[in-house]
């Protein structure tokens, strides 16, 4: 049988690691809802757009034409044929996506798309909201997290730039999940139905044989 695995959590808490382990392990498809949300918000500042306008930013929502790798192996994004990748994970997508991410315009937008690639099954997505909105009947939930100094230590490793300080990084954290969990437009909360897993004390594998042990188990 082929699932749907949703498996959300804050930022650094290791998701996209341990979400393309596990699509790799069960032979799946990989879904990085983040980066679509990231994808759109490097379109609106691109556009010109202010994204602290939430007017401005709903009256585009659906204008930014997203393509999506699902290989595990090759997660790649394009914007308007654009290749993203990179550029996403820069500072300056990374300071305003939360002011876009919280527009429910941009999040109907985003959400119906992801309905479609999520289609079928056989895929684990990761994001925030994936086991409370996006796909609220999934059969493996997961909700990852870890402490806020091990997230911040994660993320300052993969950004290895001697010029931002562990200190910057979980500043940065600190504020982007504040904004997350707050926000009226799914917040990022985690769902009744979903299994916790604090990966602070646990390796990549451990966490990724977690998740394929549910998996196993509701299959
Ligand atoms: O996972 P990642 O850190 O790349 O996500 C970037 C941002 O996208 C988050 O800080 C959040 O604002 C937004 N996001 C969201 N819902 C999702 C996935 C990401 O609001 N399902």
Redesign the pocket.
Known sequence: MTLIIAM?G???SG??SAAKGVARRLGYRYL???????AI?WWMLEQGVDVEDAAAVAARADEALIEMSTDPDAPGIRVGGVDVSGP??GREV?GA??A???VPEV?AS??AR?REIMAGGGIV??????GT??APDAPVKVFLTASEEARALRRAREIADPAVSVEATLADQAR??R??ST?TA?P?TKADDAVEIDSTELGLDEVIDAVVRLVKERA
Do not use: C, H, N
């Open positions: 959300d804050p930022s650094g998701k996209s990085d809802t983040g980066a679509m949300y990231r918000t996403i994970r990374t996506v939360s876009v991410s919280r999040r985003l959400v992801q997505a990761e994001g925030r909201d994936i909105v996006v982007r999940d904004l997350d926000r799914s990022l």
